[in-house]
């Protein structure tokens, strides 16, 4: 690693030149695959370190950290970190792959203290890195070999060789790499740019670049028009898979002939292509190609996609594979199966896509898919549907369907759905609850963001924990919570964080595109004596509002004990019960904390049984802001009582409304913390006023 990085400090500083955006320490943490305290530790080196680069670090909070510089002077850098390939050998990841690498480079038995020299770690570490490469090696049913006074080495069939040895480099790398240079240049050049960069020679080392240099002659010169229709990832991985045979079978290892493959094969068009380029490989290393080695190659060929599926042979529609598509897409979801069936861009790329499939499951061949976690982070709902899928085809089939091609699946279907949605013209409005522990303070902020990020395309309600009954569960569609709490029956709630993250954004977008284009939930209509109910009610509370309204000035020097007690003596009626009050306050501040730094203000709020009043009242700071660091420099304390009466759950959409504004109308704040009373009862009124009329409305 170059001098000025540590081997970790040089990932996570790569990692922040490739991104053209702030990202959070967590981002980084698992990119790295580190904990977020160890990341923040290493950041404390980073400033120091970028400084002879003309490059700084940045870092702000609730945006994220970046690294700050010109164009050209990151571009110097990324280059010099990902031209040092320096093992981090803190990290039991980076050992375990050194450990699967050397093992598949080396023909001889080597002794434990080998690998130890060689990863500059003790005997014990690499006894117990070994555990895990040997589980590795297992999925590829090769052992790993351990003698004493022998060495370590790999037992196992030559087909089982070449699977683990083409799988390394599938984990450790990915076709996009093969393909992201200059579009202009050719996809051979970029793939032997590849192998000859300095940040990938450990893992190509492998493979033997002067071979493969001569295949890809090979297969330049063959002209055929099939193979430049092959994907830029399916050339790539003909060419590897070539390469490494060729080394192979000159170092006399030749692969196991295998009775269950397809005994008709000879008379498949792919098998002629492979014939003609076997031929051209014996007569470039003169060497004599085996049978079993030229029917790999056609299977190799067979299970490889076309860029243009349209006039390749994948496109072909044939009744047998047309009937299982169909089939596939009654397994994932039979409600809009027949919609689905109507999308011919839908059917025809299924039916590309498993013609090749099918030859890599039969035939054993391994479906790699470097997108999985995140397919299954980003389109969960999906990808459970997709299970259906392929347990469907295990079924069928009598064959195993790995992880990989579910994820596969779950592309080509979440294209479809994104495609009926956005087809779909009577999509609906969604109802949507916010529950937080009351219902007024939490639930309102992240009801205010919801509104901000979807518009019209929802209608939101906030509800406390406690009150989510069936009837409210029956007209509401889904539910977002920031609390723990049990699922009622019948509901679907999402749990977010109180900020809601970028993830939370796109999981309740999921949801909603899911429920706009579903029937919608029957719908409580008042009818217009109950509104007259309602609105005279309404009334009532907010004359209770007005007339027990108050700001008082405070202690700048606070805490918030001082602050109960007056709570006690000064804002709460001699008829109210203040211990009750006061408890359910305490109780309400241990769940999450209601000062917000942020926004300037604390909302203490609750429900209880300690009064019948509706009351909001304010506390400001007799200096501008309040310094006890419980309250973290806000210039004003709210307090909202929520009587636990029969009118909790109008009154609570009021307090709430009250709440938002807070948020909405900075001038709601100024008019608290100018002091005034009569002022803030005129503004106050203004606001009521404009609830009652959307009440009204």
């Known amino acids: 690693m170059i001098s000025d990085f540590s081997p970790r400090l040089g990932q996570i500083t790569l990692n922040l030149l490739m991104q053209d955006s702030p990202v959070s320490v967590k981002y980084l943490a698992d990119s790295v695959g580190v904990s977020k305290r160890t990341v923040q530790r290493e950041l404390e080196y980073i400033e120091s370190s970028l400084k002879k680069y003309n490059l700084s670090f940045q870092s702000k909070a609730g945006t994220g950290v970046w690294i700050e510089g010109d164009k050209s002077d990151k571009e110097k850098l990324t280059a010099l970190l990902m031209a040092d390939d320096t093992l981090d050998v803190s990290n039991k990841d980076e050992r375990i792959k050194k450990l699967i690498l050397e093992l598949l480079k080396e023909s001889e038995p080597q002794k434990l203290f080998y690998y130890a020299n060689m990863l500059g770690v003790s005997e014990a570490t690499v006894s117990n890195d070994l555990d895990e490469v040997a589980k590795w090696f297992d999925k590829f049913k090769l052992s790993l070999v351990r003698k004493q006074g022998f060495g370590i080495y790999l037992e196992g069939k030559e087909k089982a060789y070449r699977k683990a040895l083409t799988a390394f480099i599938d984990e450790y790398t990915s076709s996009y790499k093969l393909t992201q240079n200059d579009k202009n240049t050719m996809r051979e050049s970029n793939l032997i740019k590849l192998i000859e960069n300095k940040s990938s020679k450990n893992i190509y080392s492998l493979l033997d670049t002067d071979i493969m240099k001569r295949v890809i002659s090979c297969l330049i010169n063959l002209n055929n028009e099939q193979i430049a229709n092959l994907t830029d990832s399916s050339y790539a991985g003909l060419v590897i898979h070539i390469t490494i045979a060729i080394n192979r079978i000159m170092h006399n290892e030749i692969i196991e002939p295998d009775s269950r493959l397809d005994e008709d094969i000879e008379h498949d068009r792919d098998y002629s292509l492979a014939v003609i380029i076997a031929s051209s490989l014996e007569k470039e290393f003169d060497i004599e190609i085996p049978e079993i080695e030229v029917t790999y190659i056609c299977l190799h060929i067979r299970a490889s996609k076309m860029q243009n599926t349209s006039n390749s042979k994948s496109s072909k529609r044939n009744n047998t594979l047309v009937s299982l598509v169909y089939e596939m897409i009654e397994a994932y979801d039979p409600d809009i199966s027949y919609i689905l069936e109507q999308d011919d861009a839908f059917i025809d790329g299924l039916i590309a896509h498993m013609q090749p499939t099918l030859v890599r499951l039969t035939n054993g061949l391994a479906i790699r898919n470097p997108l999985l976690d995140q397919i299954k982070s980003d389109y969960p709902d999906i990808f459970k549907k997709c299970k259906k899928v392929t347990a469907m085809l295990e079924e069928k089939l009598n064959l195993k369907v790995p992880e990989s091609e579910t994820g596969f699946l779950a592309v080509h ?60 569960i029956r007209k509401t569609d889904f539910f977002v919570s920031n609390i723990n709490m049990e699922v009622p029956d019948g509901a679907d709630i999402i749990f977010i964080n109180p900020l809601i993250t970028d993830s939370d954004i796109k999981n ?48 700048k020097d606070i805490d918030f004990e001082k602050y109960l007690d007056v709570l006690k003596d000064k804002l709460i009626d001699s008829d109210d019960n203040s211990e009750i009050i006061l408890s359910d306050i305490i109780a309400r501040e241990k769940i999450a904390t209601q000062v917000f730094p942020e926004m300037g203000f604390a909302l203490f709020h609750t429900k209880t049984s300690g009064t019948k009043h509706i009351r909001m009242s304010a506390c400001i700071s007799d200096s501008e802001t309040f310094e006890n660091e419980y309250f973290k420099g806000i210039s004003c304390i709210i307090t909202m009582l929520l009587p636990d009466d029969e009118h909790l759950n109008m009154n609570r959409k009021l307090l709430g409304f009250l709440s938002e504004m807070l948020i909405e109308d900075p001038t709601f704040l100024e008019v608290l913390n100018s002091g005034d009373v009569s002022v803030g009862k005129d503004y106050l009124s203004k606001i009521l006023k404009k609830y009652l009329k959307s009440i009204i409305n």
């Open 508 to 555: 309740i977008d999921a949801n909603i595109r899911k429920y706009e284009i579903t029937a919608d939930k029957s719908e409580d209509r008042l009818d217009f004596y109950n509104q007259l109910d309602l609105i005279h009610n309404l009334t009532e509370q907010m004359k209770m509002i007005l007339d027990n309204f108050n700001i008082i000035t405070i202690s």
């Open 413 to 472: 279907f979440g294209a479809a759905v994104v495609r009926l949605e956005q087809n779909n013209l009577s999509k609906r409005t969604v109802y949507v609850g916010v529950v937080c522990a009351s219902g007024i303070g939490i639930s309102r902020f992240i009801k205010t963001k919801l509104e901000k990020v979807f518009g019209n395309r929802i209608s939101i309600e906030t509800y406390g924990k406690g009150d989510l009954d069936s009837n409210t």
